[in-house]
């Protein structure tokens, strides 16, 4: 899959730093899925991967890139979730910085199967603060749709 | 102790300890799906080394050209390991390869020798292959 998306902006004659900051972006967004999607396709194991469902949608708009993510998870989990992207929301470029720094010197958060931060690393590549909605399941309450968009 | 080495793949880099020689080297791209259990063994491997061959110059080579947030975490323990050999007697150089355009891996590379101060950095700029 990474590779497929590293070709294709190739292809469309993507500048350098920006074909990065978008690959880096699809893999932490794709990795996010992978891991925390409430939806497991196949359950994981110690030597087989599990596979869950969500998407990711890459576009132009003008200037910039719109990457677009959409997974379903549990709805338990929606205000944890949004209290971590919320305050990146108002941080400044430098800020974000910061946190970063500071995020990789720290200990792995417990619920966390990656580094936590993948999230700061996607708010400092993007140009604007990242978008992020949660939409429940009208059908399946424990359910939620979380899609996240950052403009890059 | 025996040399060790993991062939790349399209998301783990290569990994090559050639202990004998002192010569260590990571080179590739770095997102496989689970960092933690890929560079558990590496890093413990070298752990395993250093504290045999206190003293030691060890030189590490390390060509990342991508590496996703969860291998930055475990990149940053190993060089930890790294820089606690070098505190205590070992010395450790460190070449740091990174594309002349690739802003995010020089940057780390100054966090790196902001953080380890022990570790004797070069930084090694390649050149950009023909656009």
């Known amino acids: 899959m990474g590779e497929v ?15 990065r900051k978008l690959f880096s972006s699809f893999v932490e967004l794709s990795q996010n899925i992978v891991h925390y999607s409430s939806n497991a396709l196949l359950q994981g194991s110690e030597d087989e991967g599990a596979i869950r469902e969500g998407a990711v949608c890459i576009s132009k708009d ?4 719109v990457m677009l993510c959409v997974n379903p998870m549990a709805t338990a989990e929606v205000e944890s979730l949004r209290n971590k992207l919320e305050p990146l929301r108002n941080m400044s470029l430098e800020e974000i910085r910061q946190a970063y720094k500071l995020s990789l010197r720290s200990d792995t958060p417990e619920d966390s199967k990656g580094a936590g931060l993948g999230f700061l690393t996607m708010a400092r590549d993007a140009s604007a603060p990242l978008e992020f909605a949660f939409h429940p399941r009208a059908d399946e309450p424990g359910t939620t749709l979380f899609c996240l968009m950052a403009i890059i | 102790m025996d040399n060790f080495y993991i062939a ?34 590496v890093i413990e491997q070298m752990r395993k080394y250093l504290a045999e061959h206190a003293g030691a110059v060890v030189t590490i080579d390390v060509a990342l050209t991508y590496f996703n947030s969860s291998s930055t975490k475990m990149l940053f323990s190993m060089f930890d390991a790294l820089d606690q050999a070098a505190q205590s007697g070992s010395r450790v150089l460190m070449n740091w390869y990174h594309d002349e355009e690739d802003e995010t891996i020089a940057e780390f590379g100054e966090e790196l020798k902001a953080d380890f101060r022990a570790i004797e950095f070069t930084d090694r700029l390649i050149a950009h292959p023909g656009r």
């Open chain 1, 5 to 19: 998306v590293k070709l294709q902006l190739e292809v469309a004659g993507v500048s350098g730093p920006t074909r």
């Open chain 1, 62 to 65: 003008g200037e910039h890139h």
């Open chain 2, 8 to 41: 790349a793949t399209t998301t783990s880099p290569e990994v090559d300890l050639r202990f004998d020689q002192h010569a260590l080297s990571l080179k590739g791209e770095s997102y496989p799906e689970n960092a933690a259990a890929f560079y558990a063994p």
